[in-house]
């Protein structure tokens, strides 16, 4: 959507934009941002600090090229003045790789959120010389934003929702340069936002936010979208926000631009006087990455004794220095340094007069410990004996020979060796190549990354290590000085330099500071910066060019980056406040009465000189506007209820919904001189609560959050459920009702789950015995045939081990016991009898007959069916003379398996002679043919199945024959149908 200046050349994978080594200045609420191609989630670390998530997924459509896609851009909104004055280090990951470290500075106000300040100002010669734009404090930002005189005007009737909230901007707020539209939703799928009537915008939704736990149960809710304000016309706009296409704020706000989309290659510091209070004054600069300026150093903090500076010039001996803001001297630390100016090995330490041109070298061992002194007066001095508490300082001429006796004098140890620890860590870096990296590691390919020439951007590199450096060696260069001025009093030798050395504003407030922060033997500190370093020093630019030949002095290798560091310091004359008196209070005020349920609507008459205007609810700050009316609607909000809403929980127990709850509104008119009297003005509103969710939670817990809702606890009953033991289960009113402050909501709590216990193979008794100790009750019976013993339970359901709410019911299958069903029906036996020769005739009958079944224990089955004798004759013609059935009984013994079974039975052909029929048949199971001249027989397979309440059987067979006339083709068929008669036990 927005661009931020173009992505970077090379064809990198990531990106972290803000903080960088160039763009390193930070102050009041911000955004730490940047794109990353592909990830699923972007992570940030402040100094060593765990991960924290950032806003992913924003449109970022200048990364297309690079990415594929657009939607690669990630923020962190972030409250410098939460993290802490001071140099600070940041990594930035992605997936668990990282893509980014970089080191930055903070500066503060002195407090981490400040309130009701006022401050407008016309800057000089910016954007270019002869302009004069105006930047105006924002406390939203905690920072100065441009601003013009605007009318702003109100937005009427905008939605406004206790669950979620729209931070920034606000109704009447002014924005500019780079900046983020933030807030939170309690719960949302997506969250989007809406500028002039545009196209809607997703955000990226879910950010920690630990201020919203008490109102949404979570902390995820935090919402941001990115903005360059730059690419809006100067002038006022809407904005308008959704939470799953529900609308829950809508502001009018004024842009305010340089009339350029991104600015680059500028540089500004001014100074503004009166701030943050009279006779304070604090410097902005211009920072490239915001589009805006940002607070750069003040007077309203403690002053500051030394600027330090990371001297990456490679052909200066020095590594840094830190220099007085207000005196001439400084002290510094000569390393040897790679061909980037970094460096690997501590080699001495000096202090410098600038103005004297004065000048003492101390010479380091091997390991990092003060060997020797010398000064720019021919002063020599060797170091020995180094105890716990003392040294033994011996002096020398120009020409080697010693002076006076040696001099065991006081010196704090614990600084010098702070000093011997950072400096052999900086030597084991270098040996291991693990020196430090310059801030601009990529994910990717790092082909055709761009360089910075040496002096063309400003930038801060330096990490915890080299800060720490350069503080412990000024605390030990102290140490020396002041040791050395000890001893040349005990031996009488004159040593001036020692003297003001230890004496200096650098040399003094290096001493004080860590005295009263630390003991001799402290800790010290190496990757994180000494916190007795962060709040005394200030945090410059590395100075990049400034050489010294080999055999040059400490004063020509430190003086001359003084003088670049001093130059960068400097303002010109402070700027005062744009206005000239105080503004007179607002007229006609006034506040809506009952109107509404969720706000009241305040209005006034604008006040001439006034550029905002402040509202308070009862003494209580609301926020600031620069329109003629306001909107209070954090009335029914709970976030920090304690403050936002210490009124109402005094006062706001009426739970009509025709009266209202009275409020005083009172509204002063200020400008950059200061704020008038208060007008004020009463107001009501119909007051209703959100009813907070307490499912989940016990009644304790559950009491805690009414009351923390500004709601009390009704009647409190209990019911079965699969939930814990005396946690919610249902309320009412249900969460997201709106109810007036003071009305009950009951409670259902669980009384506990059970477990469903195993019955299967019990009988029937002992397993409702078990069912009912275990609080559930039987449900439904059902009977199944089965040879276990009778009332056996075969199967339950739910199954042993489910976790139900007691009460449910559990039903049983249970055995019916070894059992002899009898079945009764019919069987019909079909034949026919076919010649083969002659006229082909046939002989065919059916017949039924009674037949029966017994079926034992589900398995032994008997079937009774008939018999048939069957009698056919034929001519020589082939034509059928005789063909009858006889009938008789016979038994089928089997077995069923799965509800089917199968047997079998013969059919035989037998004759005498050519006797036309037989006067008897030779057997109930024979088809006897007349004519026939031998046996011939055939298997009648049968099959059948057992339903519900029936059974049923068929088989059939066809085989041939033999006549005296010729051949004949004999088919036979039987089915039986049986339907269930009777059931009895097994005997």
């Known amino acids: 959507m927005l661009s931020f200046g173009s992505v970077a050349l090379a064809q990198t994978q990531a990106s972290l934009e803000s903080p960088t080594a160039d763009s390193f200045q930070q102050s009041g609420v911000s955004l730490i941002r940047g794109w990353v191609c592909q990830a699923s989630k972007v992570e940030i670390s402040i100094d060593g600090g765990p991960l924290q998530t950032a806003a992913y997924g924003t449109e970022r459509l200048d990364t297309q090229a690079v990415c594929g896609d657009s939607n690669n851009g990630f923020g962190l909104t972030i409250n410098w003045g939460n993290v802490g004055e001071g140099a600070h280090n940041l990594r930035a990951v992605a997936d668990g790789v990282e893509f980014a470290n970089v080191n930055f500075v903070i500066t503060t106000l002195g407090g981490s959120f400040l309130e009701k300040l006022i401050g407008e100002y016309t800057l000089k010669d910016f954007p270019t010389p002869g302009s004069s734009p105006t930047v105006a404090w924002s406390e939203p930002h905690q920072n100065f934003l441009f601003t013009k005189k605007l009318t702003v005007p109100a937005v009427s009737d ?23 539209i933030r807030g939170w939703v309690c719960e949302a799928s997506k969250v989007e936002i809406s500028i002039d009537g545009g196209a ?136 040897t340094k790679d061909s980037a100016g970094a460096a690997t090995k501590v080699n001495s330490l000096a202090w410098t007069d600038a103005t004297d041109k004065l000048q003492a070298d101390v010479a380091l061992t091997t390991d990092g410990l003060p060997a020797a002194y010398k000064d720019s007066a021919g002063v020599e001095a060797r170091f020995s004996n180094l105890t716990a508490t003392t040294t033994t300082v011996s002096f020398f001429d120009h020409t080697g020979a010693p002076q006076g006796e040696p001099v065991t004098v006081p010196i704090n140890v614990g600084f010098l060796q702070s000093l011997q620890t950072v400096a052999n860590r900086i030597a084991s870096n270098a040996q291991s190549a693990a020196v430090v990296d310059d801030g601009h590691k990529q994910l990717g390919s790092a082909a055709g990354v761009q360089t910075q020439a040496a002096n063309s951007t400003l930038r801060f590199t330096p990490k915890a290590l080299l800060i720490n450096l350069q503080w412990y060696g000024g605390l ?11 001893a040349s009093a005990k031996a009488g030798i004159l040593s001036q330099i020692a003297t003001k050395g230890c004496q200096s504003p650098v040399i003094s407030g290096f001493l004080t500071r860590a005295s009263a922060t630390r003991q001799a033997q402290a800790d010290t500190f190496t990757d994180l910066v000494d916190p007795a370093a962060q709040q005394a020093l200030r945090f410059g630019a590395d100075v990049a060019e400034s050489a010294c030949a080999t055999t040059a002095t400490s004063a020509d290798c430190l003086v001359p980056v003084a003088m670049i560091i001093w130059e960068r310091e400097k303002t010109g004359t402070p700027i005062t406040p744009s206005a000239t008196q105080i503004p007179a209070p607002p007229g006609g005020m006034s506040a809506s009465d009952g109107e509404f349920t969720d706000r009241v609507r305040i209005t006034w008459i604008a006040s001439p000189g006034a550029t905002s205007y402040q509202v308070y609810r009862d003494g209580l700050f609301l926020g600031s506007t620069t329109a003629t009316s306001f909107e209070d609607n954090t009335i029914n909000r709970a976030i920090a209820p304690a403050a936002r809403l210490s009124v109402m929980s005094e006062c706001c127990t009426d739970s009509s919904t025709s009266g209202g709850v009275s409020y005083t509104y009172s509204v002063v008119a200020c400008n950059s001189i200061g704020c008038s009297s208060a007008s004020v003005a009463t107001g009501s509103v119909k007051v209703t609560v959100a009813v907070p969710s307490v499912i989940g939670q016990t009644e304790s817990e559950a009491t805690s959050t009414l009351t923390a809702a500004r709601l009390t606890l009704g009647t409190v009953t209990t019911q079965p459920s699969t939930a814990p033991a005396g946690t919610v289960i249902s309320q009412a009113p249900a969460a997201g009702s709106a109810i007036v402050p003071g009305a009950a909501v009951n409670l259902i709590l669980s009384t506990g789950p059970t477990t469903v216990p195993d019955v299967v193979g019990q009988l029937q008794s002992a397993a409702t015995s078990a069912i009912t100790a275990a609080k559930l009750t039987v449900g439904t019976v059902t009977v199944q045939d089965n040879t276990s013993p009778a009332g056996t339970v075969l199967s339950q359901l739910p199954p042993s081990g489910t976790v139900v709410a007691p009460g449910t019911t559990i039903s049983l299958v249970v055995s019916s016991g070894p059992i002899a069903i009898v079945y009764v029906g019919s069987s019909e036996i079909c034949y026919t009898v076919t010649a083969g020769f002659g006229a082909n005739g046939v002989c065919s009958q059916c017949a039924s007959s009674a037949a029966s079944a017994t079926l034992r224990n589900l398995g032994a089955l008997t079937i009774d069916s008939p018999r048939f004798t069957v009698q056919a004759s034929f001519d020589a013609q082939g034509n059928c003379t005789v063909g009858n059935l006889t009938g008789g009984t016979g038994t089928n013994p089997t077995t069923v398996s799965n509800r089917s079974f199968s047997y079998a039975y013969e059919v035989r052909v037998g004759g005498i002679g050519a006797m036309v029929d037989m006067a008897e048949p030779v057997s109930l199971d024979r088809l006897d043919i007349s004519g026939g001249v031998g046996p011939a027989q055939a298997t009648v397979n049968m099959t059948g199945t057992l339903g519900d309440s029936d059974m049923t059987a068929s088989g059939s067979v066809s085989f041939p024959g033999q006549t005296d006339f010729g051949p004949v083709t004999i088919g036979y068929k039987e089915d039986i149908k049986l339907q269930i008669s009777s059931r009895a036990a097994a005997q």
């Open 200 to 335: 809607r915008l997703a955000t990226a939704y879910g950010t920690t936010r630990t201020d919203t736990q008490a109102t949404c149960g979570d902390a995820n809710n935090g919402f941001g979208l990115t903005t360059n304000w730059n690419r809006l016309n100067d002038g006022v706009h809407n904005l308008r926000a959704f939470a799953d296409d529900v609308e829950f704020a809508n502001v009018n706000f004024a842009v305010a631009t340089l009339g350029s989309e991104f600015l680059t290659g500028l540089s500004s510091k001014q100074t503004l006087a009166e701030f943050p209070s009279a006779g304070k004054t604090t410097t902005v600069s211009w920072s490239e990455a915001h589009q805006n300026f940002v607070v750069a150093r003040t007077t309203a903090t403690e002053p500051k004794i030394g600027i330090l500076s990371s001297i990456t010039d490679s052909l200066n001996r020095f590594a840094t220095t830190a220099v007085g803001p207000e005196s001439p001297d400084m002290v510094g630390v000569a390393a």
């Open 158 to 180: 905008a939605p406004s929702s206790p669950r979620a909230f729209l931070e920034s901007p606000t109704q009447g707020s002014s924005e500019s340069g780079v900046s983020l």
């Open 476 to 486: 030990t260069t102290g140490e020396v000085l002041c040791a050395v001025q000890a």
